[in-house]
Nanobody, 120 residues
Framework: QVQLVESGGGLVHSGGSLRLSCVAS????????MAWYRQVPGKERELVAV???????GYDDSVKGRFTISGDNAKNTVYLQMNSLKPEDTGVYYC??????????????WGQGTQVTVSS
């Protein structure tokens, strides 16, 4: 059984910063691709940032230069540093990790979501 627990969301003024964290626990052999997604009411979940086990990163155009994703494979943890936040960054942020379990195959796991609200 693998669980992802997120933290770090909250309410912040426009221009402010937040740092999201996501820790995976359980029978983990390795955490592979890790990512953050965002969802707003009435829209599908969208990819915000991704990092591979090799450290390569990718970002949605709307957050490039403002958000930074990083990972600690030893701790099965992924972070999202969000700077210069804008009201349009508001949404529920979900952590995603593609994890190989001990003695088993690789599965996709999701966190429970953490609310980020940016006021203007």
């Amino acid at each position: 059984q693998v669980q992802l627990v997120e933290s770090g969301g909250g309410l912040v003024h426009s221009g402010g910063s937040l740092r999201l964290s996501c820790v995976a626990s359980g029978s983990i052999f390795s955490a592979n691709r890790m990512a953050w997604y965002r969802q707003v009411p009435g829209k599908e979940r969208e990819l915000v940032a991704v990092i591979t086990s090799g450290g390569s990163t990718g970002y949605d155009d709307s957050v490039k230069g403002r958000f930074t994703i990083s990972g600690d494979n030893a701790k099965n943890t992924v972070y999202l540093q969000m700077n210069s936040l804008k009201p349009e960054d508001t949404g529920v942020y979900y952590c995603y990790q593609y994890i190989t379990v001990v003695g088993g195959p690789t599965y996709s796991y999701w966190g429970q979501g953490t609310q980020v609200t940016v006021s203007s």
